[in-house]
């Protein structure tokens, strides 16, 4: 059975720093996809990581993917406000998505 | 692209009624997901159409829980005889033929009392 987790569960931080969080899941998977999650919102789509090595970027946020390690990392660089919610990683296939338990990230000033 | 739309939004029932749920995807998209989230958790799997065919259900679908899409369209979810321990959000997502990403609505957000 896949198992995804994240860490880490809770991230405080101030802005203009950077960090890390990590995906790790159990079972071979090529397909990554990383969410965002606002409080009492629906999830967004962040980004799409479709084989090993594969790095994407948007803005102060980018994804990477090994496949062999079965580790994904989402990269946070010079934190603001505005990115203060929760992320998701989630790994499957052509069909359902499992998903990590969440990584609650708050952006002090 | 009107977004994956789900109806209610907000649902309070006491514990042994039935409710149902209605989502509509993505006109285009042909797959459709339903995960259940409860507060501080990540969304977990329910049940997945390709058109009309449910093809796969999560062994937290109990026998009260069924869910239908009879036209390849919308699709229903129903809880038979709810539980407390069924409140949570229900998250309806859809998908074009490919697969993921998945495309989530708003929810709804249910209530046992």
């Given at each position: 059975e896949l198992k995804v987790e994240q860490n880490p569960l809770f991230l405080s931080m101030q802005e203009g720093k950077n960090y890390t969080i990590y995906c790790n899941y159990s079972t071979t998977s090529d397909r990554l996809y990383w969410y965002r999650q606002d409080p009492g919102k629906s999830l967004e789509s962040l980004f799409v990581l479709l084989s090993n090595g594969a790095v994407k970027q948007e803005g102060r946020l980018m994804a990477s993917l090994d496949t062999k390690a079965r580790l994904s990392t989402l990269h946070i660089t010079?934190?603001?406000?505005?990115?203060s919610a929760t992320y998701f990683c989630a790994v499957g296939g052509a069909q359902k998505l499992v998903f990590g338990q969440g990584t609650r990230l708050t952006i002090n000033p | 692209d009107t977004g994956v739309s789900q109806d209610p939004r907000h649902k309070i029932t006491k514990r042994g009624q039935n409710v149902t749920f209605r989502c509509d995807p993505?006109?285009?998209?042909n797959r459709l997901y339903w995960y259940r989230q409860t507060l501080g958790q990540g969304p977990e799997f329910l049940t997945y159409f390709q058109n009309e065919a449910q093809l796969e259900k999560s062994?937290?679908?109990?026998?009260r829980f069924s869910a239908e899409r009879p036209k390849g369209s919308f699709s229903t979810l129903e809880i038979q005889?709810?539980?407390?321990?069924?409140s949570a959000m229900y998250l309806c997502a859809s998908s074009p033929?490919?697969?993921?990403p998945l495309h989530f609505g708003n929810g709804t957000r249910l209530t046992v009392t």
């Open positions: 010079a934190a603001v406000h505005d990115l | 993505i006109s285009e998209h062994r937290l679908l109990s026998d005889r709810t539980e407390q321990g069924d033929p490919g697969g993921p």
